[in-house]
Each structure stands twice: as structure tokens, then as C-alpha cells.
């Protein structure tokens, strides 16, 4: 009898997070034109990211490829924006160029070590390894408000360069989110550079293990 082979394709969390792609890409698209639009499409890609963790877990069907289509999608639409942006104020190019490299980097390099060491996801951590990404991975609370301050900073900033908002203290509302937000889009990128000191930490680990596998196999 012929063996069923499972499509992990078309499970579901990865139709979302194919959903997340196709907005992603056409928020990129329009993005230096129609901001009330791209801002649509850009902030519900970054919100169906929940949703797909949910379905992962409700249908059983959490997968390698979704949790590495998950964090590429992450890193590359963030990348979208910051490079708009990096357009929009050439005076900050150089800051949003060092926050871009920081984010893709060191989440592909604590990803790809991660799968390395053979863990089921990369939110797997125990305090062996380092308190503060375990309180990042295991706090849904401290994981929601980084991430969503990070996503408010650069949005907020996208959306002032159209739009500054009613005045409030003096600045315009989307200024005023942004001034808010930077201290946690700051933080983050210190928990993306703490990903790839700990990543690199592991990778050592792993390439002491196999040389000293292959030493003694060399005895032999």
C-alpha cells in the first residue's frame, strides 16, 4: 500500500505565511506612493504572524520551513520599510542601514544555529543559555510590547513623512510615536545583537564538539 506523503505546503500556518509574503510585497510596491494603503497591507502581514503560530499549534502542523518562512518574513519586511525609509531621510541612512544588518544577521545566524543544535524552534531556550532571551522567548508579554514597539517606531516614522497628525506636546502624533518608541526599537536591536553573541556562543560549542569527534576518530 502506498505511503500518504504529507504537503507541509498547504498546512495551514504556511498559507498564512505565504498570505504574509504576497502583502509584504505589494505594501513594498506602493509603498513610496500610497501610504494609507501600504500601511494596510505592511501592518497586516506583521499582525498575521500571531495567527500563524495559533494555527501551528491548533492543527498539529508546526514545521521546520514555517518557522524559518516565519522569521525570514520578519526580518525581510522590516528590511522593506527601513530601506523606504532610508529614501525618505537620507540624513539617517547610516542608522537605519546598522539596524537593518543587525536584525537580518543575527536572527539568521541564532536561527541557523538553532537548527544546528537540532531544537524544534527557535524560541526554544533554557536559562543555561542566557536569562534575558529566555524572559524575551518565553514572556508573550515582553515579546508582544518589544516587537510591537519596534514595528510602531519605523511605521510611525513612515507615516509622518506623509502625514504628521494633530499636534500633541508640540509635535505631530506619528512624531510623538515615534519619539515614544525609539527607546524600544533601541532595545530590540541590543536583543538582536544578544541573539548573535549567543548564537555565536553555540556555534563555537558545536564546532569544539565535531573537532574533537573528528580527533578521535583520526586516533582510530
Known amino acids: 500500500m502506498a505511503e500518504t506523503t504529507e504537503n507541509i505546503f498547504l498546512f495551514v500556518?504556511?498559507?498564512?505565511?505565504f498570505a504574509r509574503v504576497v502583502?509584504?510585497?505589494?505594501?513594498?510596491?506602493?509603498?513610496?506612493?500610497?501610504?494609507?494603503?501600504?500601511?494596510l497591507c505592511y501592518i497586516t502581514s506583521a499582525l498575521l504572524d500571531a495567527f500563524d503560530?495559533?494555527?501551528?499549534?491548533?492543527?498539529?502542523?508546526?514545521?521546520k520551513f514555517g518557522a524559518m518562512l516565519d522569521q525570514l518574513t520578519d526580518r525581510a519586511g522590516t528590511a522593506g520599510l527601513m530601506m523606504t525609509l532610508a529614501t525618505f531621510y537620507p540624513e539617517y541612512t547610516f542608522w537605519l542601514q546598522l539596524s537593518m544588518v543587525i536584525d537580518?544577521?543575527?536572527h539568521w545566524l541564532y536561527l541557523h544555529t538553532s537548527t544546528l543544535q537540532g531544537k524544534t524552534s527557535h524560541?526554544?531556550?533554557?536559562?543555561?543559555?542566557n536569562p534575558i532571551m529566555h524572559l524575551y522567548y518565553t514572556n508573550k508579554n515582553v515579546l508582544f510590547a518589544m516587537c510591537a514597539g519596534n514595528e510602531a517606531f519605523y511605521?510611525?516614522?513612515y507615516v509622518a513623512y506623509f502625514y504628521k497628525g494633530p499636534a500633541v506636546l508640540g509635535l505631530g502624533l506619528f512624531e510623538l510615536i515615534a519619539?515614544?518608541?525609539?527607546?524600544?526599537?533601541?532595545?530590540?536591536?541590543?536583543?538582536s545583537v544578544l541573539h548573535g553573541i549567543v548564537a555565536s556562543i553555540n556555534l563555537s560549542i558545536i564546532d569544539v564538539k565535531e573537532r574533537a569527534a573528528l580527533a578521535e576518530k583520526q586516533k582510530e
Not at 524560541?123 to 543559555?129: A, L, R
Request: glycine fraction near 6%.
Open 13 to 17: 500556518p504556511n498559507i498564512i505565511g
Open 23 to 39: 502583502l509584504a510585497i505589494i505594501s513594498f510596491y506602493i509603498m513610496r506612493t500610497h501610504c494609507i494603503l501600504a500601511c
Open 53 to 63: 503560530g495559533h494555527a501551528a499549534r491548533m492543527f498539529n502542523q508546526s514545521t
Open 104 to 106: 537580518i544577521t543575527c
Open 123 to 129: 524560541k526554544f531556550i533554557d536559562m543555561s543559555e
Open 155 to 157: 511605521t510611525a516614522l
Open 179 to 191: 519619539w515614544i518608541s525609539m527607546p524600544v526599537a533601541v532595545v530590540k536591536a541590543g536583543i
